[in-house]
């Protein structure tokens, strides 16, 4: 890892274009580099961040995009519970990404078939790589730690083998999900957690400076020879101690 990054924003708001402008940083990036961007997206609060966001830069090509999703939940696209169908509805109707550019899960299926399809069709899209390294992840934490939907204490932590794992039993509902696992996120180039709000201070003290007990799951994020990010708002900040970097609202990161 190339050293993990503290970010404190006032507030979402602020956090929100600071955002917008390291995923075109680093879409740059990919691009000149090897032609293509691949972005791993998240749920919750991250979908209305960037789609308020991303449209509003100048000039964002998105064509040469892919994105993917971190974790998906086994749900039909148009139940609002579809991190798909979110983001369809409140992003990619608003950005040129190409359909051919948007890696979605097959929700027809049972959740073990989604799985092994959604890894399939991840290899395929990164046919040079035995496991595929995204250019950028950008993930969410709940307030119990999770994230993508790698939960504290379940078996799925340890998982070595998949790079992508159904599960059936997630304990934040719906209780079917699709999920990347530890080997596949800790080889992008960069991971960038969103974290806002009072009620995730006490899981990000446990998390950034660490605590009793086995490491939480977005502890356990540590790109092997990526960038970590953390950017979290002043509310969510308040009861750490680290070393933080605190950049203001026009920050380049
Ligand atoms: O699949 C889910 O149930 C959600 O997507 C969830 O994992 C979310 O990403 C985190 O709870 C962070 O949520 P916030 O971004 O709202 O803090």
Redesign the pocket.
């Given at each position: 890892m190339s050293g993990r990054r503290v970010v404190v924003f006032p507030s979402a708001a602020e956090l929100g274009p600071a955002l917008a402008h390291l995923v075109a940083s680093r879409a740059d990036k990919a691009l000149l580099d090897h032609g293509r961007f691949s972005l791993g997206l998240?749920?919750?609060?991250?979908v209305s961040m960037l789609s308020k966001e991303l449209p509003a830069l100048p000039d964002l090509d998105c064509s040469h995009w892919l994105a993917g999703f971190c974790?998906?939940?086994l749900v039909p696209f148009d139940d609002g519970?579809s991190?798909y169908g979110l983001y369809k509805n409140q992003l990619f109707s608003k950005i040129n990404i190409p359909d051919s550019g948007v890696l979605a899960i097959d929700p027809s299926l049972s959740v073990q078939e989604c799985a092994e399809d959604y890894a399939r069709k991840l290899k395929e899209a990164f046919p040079k790589e035995d496991i595929p390294v995204f250019d950028l992840l950008l993930?969410?934490?709940?307030?119990d730690g999770?994230?993508?939907?790698l939960f504290p204490d379940h078996p799925l932590l340890e998982e070595t083998q998949k790079i992508v794992a159904p599960i059936g039993d997630?304990p934040?509902?719906p209780p079917q999900?699709v999920t990347m696992t530890f080997p596949m996120v800790n080889l992008a180039r960069c991971v960038v957690f969103?974290?806002?709000?009072g009620s995730?201070a006490p899981v990000l003290k446990q998390v950034l400076e660490g605590g009793e007990g086995p490491a939480l799951p977005a502890a356990r994020v540590v790109p092997s020879q990526g960038e970590l990010f953390w950017l979290i708002d002043e509310p969510a900040a308040a009861s750490l101690t680290l070393q933080v970097e605190r950049p203001g609202s026009a920050a380049k990161l």
């Open positions: 998240s749920g919750g609060s991250l974790d998906e939940r519970e991190t993930l969410g934490m709940g307030p999770h994230t993508c939907s997630s934040k509902p999900r969103v974290s806002t709000g995730k």
